[in-house]
């Protein structure tokens, strides 16, 4: 299933030609060709299907979850730890972006003018679908997984070197560009990794060569903390990040999901 969040447009009808009201509420929906097959429920009591139909064109997607937190995993790829000149990780290395860093697809990437360098690092997100905690290693963790979805781990290059701790440069408004969609029955053992900028292939990666697979990952971070329903883990991103500037658009696409699509603007001033 490929799961979606939206907010249908002020002008837009439903199939039932009901008025929409003039603020609308977001709401979950299964995409399904160019229409939208509208949910109720929620990721940890589970989906059913709505009254209604929107045609693609007539809704807004947003980013498909409101997670509580954001855990990400540096240097999970073995060329981009070597790109940057960093030793290997020993066991996974987390952090956090912040909720309010999340935009959706299409929304403007905006560069701080107190930073001179900012990069994309695509990476795949993986949803949690039920509260896990402590998860010991004889268990999977596939049973706590929604779905997955698109990330673009923004990072402020240059105050992440300056700081030496990562939650101002990873943490700007608009650093987190996250959906477009959630698939739920995403082929991993199929799946790449792709990043663009204006249409030039930049990154390529699978899941297969992360250092540390989604279990080993999830299992280590439940440990240290609780994952609740709708929470995003980013897995980490492949070689090849490079600084943006404005103008810019940059693509993330895991085959399976789709396209996380954003432009590049200057600060506003």
Known sequence: MKLCRF????????ESRQPVESH????????EDCEIQELTGNFSAGFAPGRERWPLDDVQLLPPSVPSKIVCVGRNYRAH??????????????????PSSI????????????????????????????RCSQLPDSESAKPYIFGYSCLNDVTARDL?????????AKGFDTFCPFGP?????????SAVLETRVNGIRKQCATPSEMIFSLDVIIRWISRVMTL????????GTPAGVCPLS??????VEVTGIGTLRNPVQSWPV
Not at 160 to 168: A, L, V, Y
């Open 7 to 14: 907010q249908p447009l002020v002008f837009a009808l439903p």
């Open 24 to 31: 609308p509420a977001p709401r979950f929906g299964r995409v």
């Open 81 to 98: 730890a070597s790109e940057l000149g960093n030793e290997l990780p020993k066991e996974p290395l987390i952090f956090f972006k912040p």
């Open 103 to 130: 935009i959706a697809a299409g929304e403007p990437i905006l560069l701080p003018p107190v930073s001179h360098r900012v990069d994309y690092e695509g990476e795949l997100a993986v949803v949690i679908g039920k």
């Open 160 to 168: 992440q070197n300056f700081d030496g701790q990562w939650t101002r």
């Open 181 to 189: 969609l959630i698939e739920t029955g995403l082929d991993l053992a």
């Open 228 to 235: 609740e329903p709708g929470d995003v883990i980013a897995t």
């Open 246 to 251: 404005a103008g810019d658009v940059v693509e």
